[in-house]
């Protein structure tokens, strides 16, 4: 066995292991301690016995049992835990109950409506992906205290306040899938767009919220908008090759060598599009997957079927009427009706905060020839931007601006 | 089972019309016998307003009075309900019960074992 044995291990069954022993031992943190025991345990003895042949039920059991000794030495850790544990007697069968389940309680308890936002995806990646306080840290470019601040909070709120572990029930479903969802697409986004650094893109942020869109899909396979979010992290993945060029500058999908999307992610995702829209339930996610399918059906960009992507936005505008659907719905008119359309569409947008609008607003507004205002667009944007990288971009597209002089403004 | 407070934040600033009031008493009500049929009632209450409160700490040993309340705020507490209830999706659920009864926002906290 070798120290990458054991990481894979780690990595493909802690977040099952953990879920199972929260459900044990009623104590997301005794859960941890215990489970990452038991794994300090195989690390010292697998070397010599050998993996066991199921190693996730070994590292369950060990830390199980474990548990249990730790719980009989410290009898100050109240009677909660002690009766929970009575009623699984540590030496019962190997089996240890229907594991799929207990992971996906655990992302609904992570991603309780009553945690806030940043909580449930530090949580989710924390408990379900095994990543450290210090990787979250990492990945979101946020102070490691902050992280261990959150998760702590965020912890002690779910015993105090007693949320639940379980799967709600379909009626509950409307109102807790959408922030399961959104901690799963948040850490996609952030590692297809960082929010800051010099890096576009953190491929282990997207590798890990695909990872979850993929378990969340294999759990709950009857839910559209579960696929629906797949697919749409499936095919904008298939992007990324193309996404940045050479200097690491973004490079704007119309103008991506296509060659470099990777066609067996794309492949994966029309798929998965397709299927979920038989289901005639369409949703955010969906209508987002399909706009991705257009894109990528496109040989190149100038054959891209912008009107059916504008009336999909359409769709997306009646269903999340927000400012940020209304903007990339912007991008869609000026390819349909053209730059004085998509400019009446962008003003008037409350996102003065956001830097993408200034970008877009200064793409519209030069090829209206109204450099100048352009300019001034870019100026904005730059000033917003937060990404070493999209910094890059917008100041190269700010000198390629002519020296029209016909703004306005 | 946890007992938790279900505090009403009152908007003090704003005096609604008395049909507005009235409808209210009456919703709350309504709740009140719903609460209490499903076992979770403990205790409830509404309040006067903030303007009839008075505060009484210990400073250096020494027990000042003042007129309250404890902190200016645009919303107060302006009633309540202890309910008990299994876990905290329960809780919330009566919440929404109750802040669709009452009109105003509701928080919700768990008691201390």
Known sequence: MTAADLERVYRGERGRCVATLVRLLGDIDLAEEAVQEAFAVAAATWPERGVPPNPGGWITTTARNRAVDRLRREATRGDRHRQALLLHAPDEPEEVGPVRDDRLRLVFTCCHPALAQPAQVALTLRLLCGLTTPEIARAFLVPEATVAQRIVRAKKKIAAARIPYRVPGDAELPERLPPVLAAVYLTFTEGYTATTGDDLLRPDLCAEALRLGRLLADLMPDEPEVLGLLALMLLTQARAGARVADGGTPVLLPEQDRSRWDRSLVAEGQALVRACLRRGAPGPYQVQAAIAAVHSDAPSGAETDWQQVLDLYDLLARMAPTPVVALNRAVAVLHVEGPQAALEVLDGLPLERLHLFHATRADVLARLGRDRDARAAYDRALALATNGAEQRFLRGRRAALGNGTEGTT | ?113
């Not at chain 2, 709350?28 to 006067?48: D, I, M, Q, R």
């Open chain 2, 1 to 113: 089972m946890t007992q938790y407070l279900l505090s009403v934040l009152h908007d003090e600033t704003v005096t609604p019309p008395a049909e507005v009031t009235e409808r209210m008493y009456a919703q709350v009500g309504t709740f009140n016998e719903e609460v209490k049929a499903a076992g979770s009632w403990v205790f409830a209450g509404g309040l006067h307003p903030s303007s009839t409160a008075t505060v009484v700490r210990a400073v250096d040993g020494e027990v000042v009075t003042t007129d309250g309340p404890y902190a200016e705020a645009k919303e107060v507490i302006g009633g309540f309900w202890i309910i008990e209830a299994a876990d905290l999706d329960a809780a919330l659920a009566w919440a929404r019960k109750g802040t669709l009864a009452c009109g105003a926002p509701v928080e919700v906290r768990p008691f201390q074992d």
